[in-house]
């Protein structure tokens, strides 16, 4: 992906966000922004929980863009995590690889 995880926290209770955590969380608001979701369900080997956002802008410092809430319990463990991501990192362009067997790109390319 351009640019890296961007993600901005701007609260983290009850947990230590990881990389993979972070990895996780800005994945899925990609998805979420190119699918206008407004809940969606994270996991990995050592986390499960949820993603929400109303797509509310929300500033920190120089720093705008999308708020999303985070529940993310791990092991017995439950945190909250609000972050922010900006617009530009937010485009469905950036990086969301696609199976092209499962698209309709291949008959796009063939024709």
Not at 3 to 28: E, H, K, P, Q, W
Not at 70 to 99: H, M, N, Q, Y
Request: net charge negative; proline share 2%.
């Amino acid at each position: 992906m351009s640019g890296g995880n961007n993600i901005y926290c701007l609260m983290v209770a009850g947990l230590s966000l990881t990389d993979d955590l972070r990895s996780v969380m800005f994945d899925r608001a990609q998805v979420m922004f190119r699918e206008h979701s407004t809940w969606s369900k994270i996991s990995g080997p050592n986390f499960e929980g949820g993603i929400s956002t109303i797509f509310e802008e929300a500033t920190i410092g120089s720093i705008s863009g999308f708020r999303f809430q985070a529940e993310i319990d791990v092991g017995s463990k439950t945190g909250t995590v609000s972050f922010l991501v900006r617009p530009s990192d937010l485009r469905a362009d950036d990086g969301i690889w696609r199976d092209l067997e499962d698209s309709d790109l291949v008959e796009q390319l063939a024709n």
